[in-house]
């Protein structure tokens, strides 16, 4: 596995249980996914030599988020088996080439244009107006690399600009919406596609909160065309594996915000709420398995994120009956850093004090 934060901790506690051993690559020393891998080979991501090394040690090879250089993961494609494949991290890493994949697709966007100068985004902003949102096209995750526009003025301009480093852009319209959402779709060597309930999302501070399942009516009338526009993309990318898209429930219909060719964090909750969690049936995809139900396995089920200091407080957590308290092994808590999470089942035909 690429990289070993909190995602490839989680698949590779479930590709031990289907008996697999994982072997991370990473060019830091150590990280959350030390504890429960065997191998851990450090190396830049860059280094041809390290990466081949790597290459000969494994059978399959995958990778935990997308911030991995796609020419990387390229390279192992050549050496050994890489699922999901390049073409879908490099899309991924790209908003403006993701926005462009997704509408030729036919799926819809919020209205974007691209900034590569600080005198582009006056065009850009002339185009699409304000309020907008600043993002950059690469590298941008848990609201970082973000600037919002509330108007118009020189200003406001210079201030998100600089805000974002100066760096090549996307100027998205902002859209009217009643939730967030995800479709988290696992789709196999033979083109097999199985979805898991779509979750609500709720962010704070750019950073995803909470997610629930099941979702609000306004959500489920959505799923359907969400769902047909997820499996388009997988069909089209040729995928392999886990692959997340976040959309907004907008008047007219789902409008797609961005996908994660991985696991993803609005997924944690599949791990004690669906007959197969994301991780496993991530693990069953790219080596060749049969792909397990993805079937809710209570009437409810709700994944709220331990960020930072909330973390702090996780002795507390257990005394509550039905949490099922995930940490990370991360030694310091920040402001907005990810430490783990809790996940709550919800039963409709059992007391509380059966709960699980």
């Known amino acids: 596995m690429v990289g070993g934060g909190q995602l490839g901790r989680m698949m590779a506690m479930a590709a031990a249980q289907l ?25 830049a991501y860059d280094d041809a030599e390290a990466l081949g090394g790597f290459a000969e ?21 050549g050496l050994g088996h890489v699922q999901p494949n390049a073409r879908a991290l490099a899309i991924a890493q790209e908003r403006l080439t993701e926005k462009a994949f997704v509408a030729d697709l036919g799926g819809r966007t919020a209205p974007y244009a691209a900034v590569d100068s600080r ?20 590298f941008g995750y848990d609201g ?63 950073i995803l909160a909470t997610s629930t399942v099941p979702a609000p009516q306004a959500v489920l009338a959505q799923v359907p065309e969400a769902r047909a526009t997820a499996a388009k993309i997988a069909q089209a990318l040729d995928y392999v594996g886990v692959l997340t898209l976040e959309f907004f429930a907008g008047k007219d219909g789902p409008i797609f915000n961005e996908m994660a060719p991985r696991v993803h964090n609005s997924g944690h909750w599949t791990i004690e709420g669906a007959v197969t969690s ?12 049969p792909l397990g139900s993805t079937r809710l396995a209570a009437a409810g089920v709700v994944m709220e994120n331990l960020i930072g200091e909330r973390a702090n407080d996780w002795a507390e957590i257990p005394a509550d ?22 996940t709550r089942l919800i039963f409709d035909d059992q007391p509380a004090g059966e709960q699980a």
């Open 19 to 43: 008996g697999y051993r994982t072997h991370i690559f990473a060019p830091e020393a150590s990280g959350p996914a030390a504890d429960v891998a065997v191998d851990w080979t450090r190396g």
């Open 57 to 77: 040690a494994v059978d399959v090879i995958t990778y935990e988020f997308e911030n991995v250089p796609s020419a990387a993961v390229a390279l192992l494609a």
């Open 119 to 138: 005198a582009a985004l006056d065009e850009a902003v002339a185009k699409i107006g304000a309020p907008a949102i600043l993002k950059t096209t690469r």
């Open 144 to 206: 970082k690399g973000q600037a919002r526009l509330m108007d118009a003025t020189p200003e406001t301009l210079d201030r998100a600009w600089a805000e974002i480093g100066a760096q090549p852009a996307v100027l998205e319209g902002f859209v009217h919406f009643g939730h967030e959402f995800s479709v988290i779709l696992v789709r196999g060597h033979d083109g097999e596609v199985r979805f898991w309930d779509s979750p609500v999302n709720v962010h704070d501070a750019g």
């Open 278 to 289: 994301q991780f496993e049936n991530h693990v069953r995809a790219i080596c060749g398995l």
């Open 321 to 342: 009956e039905t949490a099922h308290l995930h940490l990370y092994g991360k030694h310091e808590a920040r402001p907005g850093r990810k430490m783990g999470h809790v």
